[in-house]
Structure formats: C-alpha cells, structure tokens
C-alpha cells in the first residue's frame, strides 16, 4: 500500500503496469508521466481517495494506492477490513475516532 507520493516507488518497480493508482492531487499528472517513462504497462491514473489495484498472484502483493494522508487513513480502514474483517476496521475507526467513507469505491 502506498500512502501520497509512495505511488512513485510503485511504478518506479513496475508494481503498477496495467493497474489504476493514484496519489496526492497535486501529483496525478506527474504520476501519469513517471509511470509511461518508468513503468512497464499502462498505469490509468485516477483522482481519488484510494484505488485496490487488486492481486498481483504471480508476486503475490495486493496493490492499494492512496492520496494524501487523510485517504491514507480511509486507505488503512479498507486494507482492515480486507484482512482482518468489517468487525476490526470498525474498531480501528473508533479508536482513530475518524469518520470513514464506506461508501467510496475503491476501484479505480
């Protein structure tokens, strides 16, 4: 999962060849360039909160891109729940006293 800008490293790897990512706002456009100049595949770069690229079985990652910070937190609640089950993310929202989206599709 990448939170911001660490949506650079993942298209630096190739992590995101023919995946949908974004990252902060501010860096859509740049994300777009670096990725067709580093990456190999195409990268569709959306605005969003956070986007599951899904599971990459041959490296065995599940890709998750996020915006900025806050998203990284919405981001955070969804990979909860993935794992651990809706009981656990629910959890984590409370203790983080945080307003979690759980409407948003994370699909990009």
């Not at 959890?91 to 990009?108: I, N, Q, V």
Request: aromatic share 10%.
């Amino acid at each position: 999962m990448s939170i911001c800008a660490g949506s650079f490293f993942l298209a630096q790897a190739s992590l995101l060849a023919d995946c949908t990512a974004t990252a902060h706002y501010s860096l859509l456009d740049d994300l777009r360039k670096f990725a067709q100049r580093h990456g190999k595949g195409n990268t569709t770069v959306v605005r969003q909160h956070y986007v599951d690229c899904g599971v990459d079985e041959e490296r065995r990652l599940h890709i998750i891109t996020s915006g900025g910070i806050s998203s990284g937190i919405e981001a955070s609640l969804y990979l909860a729940e993935c794992l651990f089950g809706r009981t656990v993310a629910d959890s984590a929202c409370a203790t983080l006293d945080y307003g979690w989206r759980k409407e948003m599709t994370p699909f990009g």
